[in-house]
C-alpha cells in the first residue's frame, strides 16, 4: 500500500464520493498543483480546450510547451498525517499512606514495584502493595460468619491472595467478597513472606491497593518524619508503555480508536502502534493557540518502545484508506470552473478530450490522487507536464 505523510488541515469538504474511510480532499494540495501546472503552460481553457486543427501529437501540449503521458492505475491508497507527541507511561496515582509512625523506607523514583511487593516501611514494618480499584479504608478480619465482613475491598483481597498463591481458586472462588477461613490462612501466608507478625488479619496501613503495578515517579515523604493517614507518600504511573498526542481540536474527526500508526522514536527508530482513546474534550490552547483532545496510542511492541520517559516523539496516523483504488498523478488534475477538476484523456487516435473527475484520497508522498465517477478506466494514459 502506498503511504502519504502529510499535514491534516483543520477542515475538509466533502467530495461527494462513496465510502473509502473518512476520505477527504486536499484543497490546499490541489491548488498548489494547479499553480503548477499553469505555469507549465498546461491548463486549458473551457471552449474547445484541444482544438489543434489537425496538428496535435501525442506528448506535446497545444501552445508547444512539453507534456508526458501517465498510466491510469487501480491499486491501494492510504492517507496519512504526522503529529508531534509524548511517550511515557499510562495513568497516574498517588500512593496514599493509612499507617502511624515513622517514615523508615521508601522506593527509589523510577522503580517499579509489583503485586506482593514493598512500596515503602513505617516504623520498620513494610506497606505492600496490592492491586484493586477501592482504596484501603478500613481493616480487614474473619468475622463469626463469613457474610459479616464483606464489599468490595474484601473481593480485591480475595482475587490478590488466589493470584500470588496464597489460596487456590477452589478455596476462594472468583469474584468472592467474603472474608473467610482461607482469606485469613492466606493473609497468615502473606505476611509470612513479608516477615511479620502472622495475625491472618490485614490492618489498615498494612497495604496499599493500586489498579496495577507502579513505577515510581516523584517521592513526596521524608525518611525519619512521622507517617499520617492521609499522606501521599509518592506518586506514580502504571508500567504500561502510552504516546499522548494533544491534537488541535478540529483535527479531532480525522482520526478514530483503532487507527494504526507508526511512531518514530528519539533515535529515530520506526514502532508501530494503535490509537487506543480519543478524547471528546478540548483543553483551551495555552497564549491564543488552537483548543486540544488528547489521543493516547498503545505501542503495539511496548518493549521497543525503551524506557524514554516524557519524550518527544513523531507518529504518523493512518486516517484513511482505499483498496483498489483508480488512481492518475496528481499533477494530471484540471481545475474546472466551479471547484469541478478533469483530467486530459490521449487517446491511441491522438486525440485528447476532457474527463470530469471527483477526487478522493490523496498519495502525497508519491503525487498519487483516486478518482472517481468518471469516465476512466486503468490503462488509459492521461497528459501530465513535463517539468
Known amino acids: 500500500m502506498n503511504a502519504a505523510t502529510k499535514e491534516l488541515p483543520a477542515a475538509r469538504p466533502d467530495t461527494g464520493t462513496a465510502a473509502p474511510v473518512r476520505r477527504c480532499r486536499k484543497a490546499l494540495w490541489v491548488i498548489a498543483v494547479v499553480v503548477v501546472l499553469v505555469a507549465a503552460g498546461v491548463a486549458v481553457a473551457l471552449s474547445k480546450p484541444f482544438d489543434t486543427g489537425g496538428t496535435s501529437h501525442p506528448g506535446v501540449a497545444d501552445n508547444a510547451d512539453p507534456t508526458g503521458l501517465a498510466t491510469v492505475t487501480r491499486q ?46 513505617v ?26 465482613v464483606t ?11 488466589v493470584a500470588l498463591g496464597y489460596a487456590t481458586s477452589a ?13 485469613k490462612d492466606a493473609v497468615e501466608k502473606l505476611q509470612k513472606a513479608l516477615g511479620v507478625t502472622q495475625t491472618g488479619t490485614l490492618t489498615l496501613g498494612q497495604a496499599v491497593f493500586l489498579p496495577s503495578a507502579i513505577r515510581v515517579t516523584t517521592v513526596s515523604a521524608t525518611l525519619g518524619a512521622p507517617a499520617q493517614a492521609g499522606q501521599a507518600v509518592a506518586t506514580a504511573t502504571s508500567t504500561t508503555r ?18 494504526k500508526v507508526t511512531i518514530t522514536l528519539p533515535d529515530t527508530k520506526i514502532t508501530p502502534g494503535v490509537i487506543s482513546s480519543v478524547g471528546t474534550v478540548a483543553t483551551a490552547g495555552q497564549n491564543g493557540g488552537s483548543a486540544t483532545v488528547t489521543v493516547l496510542v498503545n505501542p503495539t511492541d511496548p518493549t521497543a518502545t525503551g524506557t524514554w520517559d516524557q519524550a518527544p516523539v513523531n507518529v504518523t496516523i493512518t486516517t484513511s484508506t482505499a483498496s483498489n483504488a483508480l488512481v492518475v498523478p496528481v499533477d494530471a488534475l484540471l481545475a474546472q470552473s466551479g471547484g469541478t477538476y478533469a483530467v486530459e484523456v490521449a487517446g491511441a487516435d491522438g486525440i485528447r478530450r476532457l474527463v470530469p473527475v471527483t477526487l478522493g484520497l490523496f498519495d502525497d508522498a508519491d503525487g498519487l490522487v483516486q478518482v472517481t465517477r468518471t469516465g476512466l478506466t486503468a490503462g488509459q494514459q492521461v497528459v501530465v507536464p513535463n517539468l
Open 171 to 183: 478455596e476462594i472462588p472468583s469474584g468472592s467478597d467474603e472474608f473467610t477461613w482461607w482469606t
Open 151 to 161: 464489599g468490595a475491598d474484601v473481593a480485591e483481597l480475595n482475587a490478590d491472595l
Open 242 to 259: 502510552q504516546v499522548s498526542i494533544a491534537l488541535n481540536a478540529a483535527q479531532q474527526s480525522e482520526v478514530a480508536v483503532g487507527d
Open 76 to 121: 491501494d491508497l492510504s492517507e496519512q498525517t504526522q503529529v508531534s507527541a509524548t511517550l511515557g507511561y499510562a495513568g497516574s496515582s498517588s500512593v496514599v499512606n493509612q499507617a502511624q509512625g515513622t517514615v523508615t523506607a521508601l522506593p527509589a523514583v523510577g522503580q517499579v514495584v509489583s503485586q506482593g511487593q514493598v512500596l515503602y516501611q
Open 123 to 148: 516504623s520498620g514494618a513494610p506497606v505492600v502493595l496490592l492491586y484493586g480499584d477501592t482504596p484501603a479504608y478500613r481493616t480487614l478480619s474473619e468475622g463469626a460468619d463469613a457474610s459479616d
